[in-house]
């Protein structure tokens, strides 16, 4: 696949040392803000907290967040200010600085049922577009938007759980998307994030081999290797602009 586009640079948190902690008492400067990161909404009576991927759990003190509509399990890339370490049961008070939705999906069953249903049209992502964290597979692409129906992208498994879990030591998945013949040309940013949470990653599984059409390379198979798939991996990106996305 090409370079990894520009818009989704990776950079190490590791070089960012301004982030680090002054240590509990002297808290954070107001100044500190992280990178755009992943993370999961986690509803609790009338508010909610998040589960960052890097962070663990976090606390938001705004006072402005009446506009946000919390789903529990809802996927998310966020920006925020940490304020203060193991706040109140959790392990960072924040405020958030940007919070976007994206697409957050299961992982779903190939059958020849559902064959035509899923696709398997050419999709456009950059190298470095895919990484497994917080238990989720998270994916950005290019789209090339539709007219009238939105598009499908689904991550699928086997029928049977001898092809989903090979002799060779990794889960066997695959990416599918279905554009249903309706494409305009014009182009848009696109993410999805899939909950892994069905399947058994075991001590013994080496990891995960996903197969996709790539719009560049044809149909290919990436290895993510478990040591690739913990939370100490996670890069940097940036949050793209996913207002134009037609995607289901």
């Not at 994206?102 to 577009?129: A, C």
């Not at 498994?157 to 990794?170: I, N, S, T």
């Not at 075991?202 to 059409?213: E, N, S």
């Not at 560049?216 to 602009?241: C, H, Q, R, W, Y």
């Amino acid at each position: 696949m090409k370079k990894l586009h520009w818009l989704f640079m990776v950079i190490c948190l590791a070089l960012m040392p301004s982030l680090q902690s002054c240590g509990d008492s002297e808290g954070y400067s107001v100044g500190d803000f992280t990178p755009p990161l992943w993370a999961t909404v986690r509803v609790t009576g009338n508010a909610f907290y998040l589960n960052c991927d890097t962070w663990g759990t976090l606390w938001p003190v705004n006072v402005d967040l009446g506009w946000y509509d919390a789903v529990d399990g809802q996927r998310v890339l966020t920006v925020f200010n940490p304020l203060w370490d193991n706040y109140e049961g959790y392990d960072h008070a924040v405020k958030l600085l940007k919070l976007q939705n994206v697409l957050t999906k299961g992982v779903e069953t190939l059958t020849p049922e559902t064959e035509q249903e899923f696709g398997n049209d050419p999709v456009l992502i950059y190298k470095g577009d895919i990484n497994i964290s917080g238990g989720y597979m998270n994916i950005f692409f290019v789209q090339n938007l539709p007219s009238a129906k939105k598009h499908r992208i689904s991550l699928v498994r086997p029928q049977k759980d001898e092809d989903l879990y090979a002799d060779d030591g990794y889960i066997h998945l695959e990416l599918r998307y279905n554009d249903y013949d309706d494409l305009t040309g014009r182009r848009a940013y696109a993410a999805v994030s899939y909950n892994l949470n069905s399947l058994k990653i075991t001590h013994d599984i080496k990891g995960i081999k996903l197969k996709l059409h790539s719009e560049v390379n044809g149909k290919v198979e990436i290895a993510f290797d478990k040591s690739l798939t913990n939370n100490n991996n996670i890069k940097e990106v940036n949050i793209p602009d996913l207002s134009d996305m037609q995607l289901q």
